[in-house]
C-alpha cells in the first residue's frame, strides 16, 4: 500500500530494457498498492505531447521536462508512476527530480552492443548508416547517471529480479507501506 505518490525514473539507452522493466514493475506494484501505477512511455510521450519536438539537445531536454512535469503532477496527486525515458542528459535529470520530489531514479545499464541487437524498432542500424542523426549512443551522447538510486544490469539480470530490486529501494525509502 502507498499513501503518497512516486516516481520511478527509469533511464538508459534505447534498447537497454526500460519499457520492459516499467511494464514489470507496474503489475508488481499493481499488487501492492491501492491503485496500478501509471507508466509513461518516452517514446509514446513523443508522440503525443512532445511531437512538435526534434531531436536537438534543446528540444530533447524540454519533452523531459514535459515528462517531468506530468510526473510531478501525478506524485504530488498520490500516483505512483513510472516513467520510462532515455533522458540522455544529467542536468535535465536534475530538473525532474526537483520538480518531482519523491523520485527514485533508476539507471537500466545495458551494453551499448546489446542494446543494438535488441533493436526492434531498427533505430540502431538507420543511426549506424546515417539515416538517422542524433541518434542517443550513437551520435549523440548519453550522460550515465552521475549518482542513480539504483542500477540495473539488463544484460545480467532477469526482469524479475530488476523489478524486485526496484521494490526494494521503494520499500527502503518508505514508499511502500507493505
Given amino acids: 500500500m502507498t499513501e503518497q505518490g512516486f516516481t520511478v525514473w527509469l533511464t538508459g539507452l534505447s534498447g537497454a530494457g526500460k519499457t520492459t522493466v516499467a511494464r514489470r514493475l507496474a503489475d508488481v506494484l499493481a499488487g501492492r ?5 501509471e507508466v509513461i512511455d518516452g517514446d509514446e510521450v513523443r508522440a503525443v505531447l512532445s511531437r512538435d519536438l526534434g531531436f536537438s539537445r534543446e528540444d530533447r531536454e524540454t519533452n523531459i521536462r514535459r515528462i517531468g512535469a506530468v510526473c510531478g503532477t501525478l506524485t504530488r496527486g498520490g500516483v505512483p508512476n513510472i516513467a ?3 533522458s540522455p542528459y544529467q542536468d535535465a535529470r536534475d530538473d525532474v527530480r526537483r520538480e518531482v520530489g519523491r523520485l527514485l531514479e ?5 551494453p551499448l552492443a546489446l542494446c ?3 533493436d526492434v524498432k531498427g533505430w540502431y542500424r538507420k543511426a549506424r548508416s ?4 542524433r541518434f542517443t549512443g550513437v551520435d549523440d ?3 550515465r547517471p552521475e549518482r542513480p538510486d539504483v ?3 539488463s544484460d545480467a539480470e532477469t526482469v ?7 521494490v526494494e529501494a521503494l520499500h527502503a525509502r518508505g514508499w511502500l507501506a507493505c
Fill in 33 to 37: 498498492t491501492h491503485c496500478r501505477p
Fill in 130 to 133: 546515417g539515416e538517422v542523426t
Fill in 141 to 143: 551522447p548519453y550522460e
Fill in 151 to 153: 542500477t540495473l544490469h
Fill in 84 to 86: 520510462a525515458v532515455v
Fill in 116 to 118: 543494438e541487437q535488441r
Fill in 106 to 110: 533508476v539507471f537500466v545499464d545495458c
Fill in 160 to 166: 524479475d529480479q530488476s523489478a524486485g530490486r526496484v
